[in-house]
């Protein structure tokens, strides 16, 4: 068996990594598709995904589009759930020989949602939507059972008493024999979770190797700079080649755009004041220009990159970034890039220029030195 981030390939300067330890090779960024052509208020329109998919696939060798059923987030009756897979297909569609150039990677929706029947069910809409016969990956956008992981980082404290309310959630024996299936069947090549922990990786490779059904190639959850839970948490070590060898998906790797440097300077977040009068007005403002996800809808889900800690370590790595001559966002995503658990970073992009950017990046494949990746 091969190792999982080894790299296969590089294609106009865009490292393709082993994802797990099987076949499935995928660029070391890929696009991240939650909010394209959702109801917020700068999202992209069906058309300019188009472009970022002509940009990335077709000119710039990335090769990894994550999606979900339940993508775009925010959606609306306009907009409905499904619709961002309904928009890769029509790409995929208008572009014949499209799909051998990508992995697609898509995700059932968690919780009580998985078991058998609808594992099964829910990849058959997925593939009706994107107009192919077989996913690349399916993941668990979250876990079946109850974990503080699945709340998106809100709070890591286990909760005991949760767990009646989980009392018949699929098993992972359920799981892993659903997808082992799927994989024989043809229509999936490769499994994994999101939003999970290193319980919930290890469980699922054991099960799988116990029922002799391939076991999990990725896991993908939330990773930063100013975020290194898998670092610390054991799933560096549970997914290591020497254990048991399954990728790793980054989302989030800039904050929800906190580590661009853009919320450094201007008025605080409304979300942040206590004080309701001003944080009132300060919203107004906001809403007529706002810089990103922060100072809309978002600001509420995303609080765990603006807090006080949070903040004094963003400072901390803007002004590392200044000292070695480069950008925050420059210095987050190489430092991402970099890590050796990382296969592959999902950035969303909400203009050609931020693509552009990130493709400039990815394309240097110069290290960061020692003192600045500690």
Same mark, same amino acid.
């Given at each position: ?12 300067g865009?490292?393709?990594?082993r ?5 499935i #090779?995928? !660029?070391?960024i890929?696009? /991240? ?7 917020? &208020? +700068?999202?992209?329109?069906?058309s @300019? ?14 090769n ?10 925010p ?28 992995? #697609?990677? !898509?995700?059932?929706?968690? /919780?009580r ?6 594992? &099964? +069910?829910?990849i058959?809409?997925? @593939?009706?939507?994107?107009g192919t ?30 767990e009646k ?17 799927? #994989? ?5 090549? /490769? ?22 059904v ?41 904050a ?19 004080n ?6 300060r ?11 922060h ?23 803007n002004?590392?970034?200044?000292r070695?001559g480069?950008?925050?966002?420059d210095?987050s ?18 203009s ?23």
């Amino acid at each position: 068996m091969k190792a999982t981030n080894s790299v296969a390939r590089i294609i106009n300067g865009i490292k393709h990594k082993r994802l797990g330890g099987g076949d499935i #090779i995928v !660029s070391e960024i890929g696009l /991240g598709t939650q909010r394209w052509v959702s109801d917020d &208020f +700068n999202a992209p329109d069906e058309s @300019l995904c188009f472009d970022f998919l002509d940009k990335a696939i077709l000119e710039n060798g990335i090769n990894l589009i994550d999606t979900a059923e339940q993508y775009p987030i925010p959606s609306s009756p306009r907009n409905p759930e499904g619709l961002v897979e309904t928009t890769i297909g029509k790409w995929m569609k208008k572009h014949p020989g499209s799909r051998e150039k990508v992995v #697609i990677a !898509s995700k059932i929706t968690g /919780g009580r949602n998985i078991n058998r029947q609808n594992i &099964f +069910n829910d990849i058959e809409n997925s @593939l009706k939507r994107l107009g192919t016969d077989y996913l690349d990956i399916y993941l668990l956008h979250w876990p079946a059972r109850y974990t503080p992981q699945s709340n998106w980082g809100q709070s890591l404290t286990y909760q005991n008493e949760m767990e009646k309310y989980y009392n018949n959630h699929a098993s992972f024996e359920e799981i892993a024999q659903a997808m082992g299936d799927l #994989i024989k069947q043809g229509k999936l090549r /490769g499994w994994g979770m999101c939003n999970d922990n290193a319980y919930g990786l290890t469980a699922s490779c054991y099960v799988a190797k116990q029922l002799g059904v391939p076991p999990p190639v990725t896991l993908q959850n939330d990773f930063s700079i100013i975020n290194r839970r898998i670092e610390e948490n054991g799933v560096s070590e549970a997914s290591s080649p020497i254990n048991e060898n399954v990728g790793f998906m980054a989302y989030n790797s800039l904050a929800g755009g906190i580590l661009t440097g853009k919320y450094l300077n201007g008025p605080p977040v409304p979300y942040d004041d206590p004080n309701p009068i001003s944080a009132s007005i300060r919203a107004q403002i906001n809403k007529t220009t706002p810089r990103g996800r922060h100072d809309d809808s978002w600001g509420r889900t995303l609080y765990r990159y603006r807090s006080e800690p949070a903040m004094q370590a963003t400072l901390a790595y803007n002004d590392i970034a200044k000292r070695y001559g480069l950008t925050l966002t420059d210095l987050s995503l190489r430092w991402c890039r970099q890590r050796r658990s990382v296969t592959t970073v999902l950035l969303g992009q909400t203009s050609m220029k931020q693509l552009d950017e990130d493709i400039k990046i990815f394309q240097n494949q110069d290290d960061l030195s020692d003192e600045i990746m500690w």
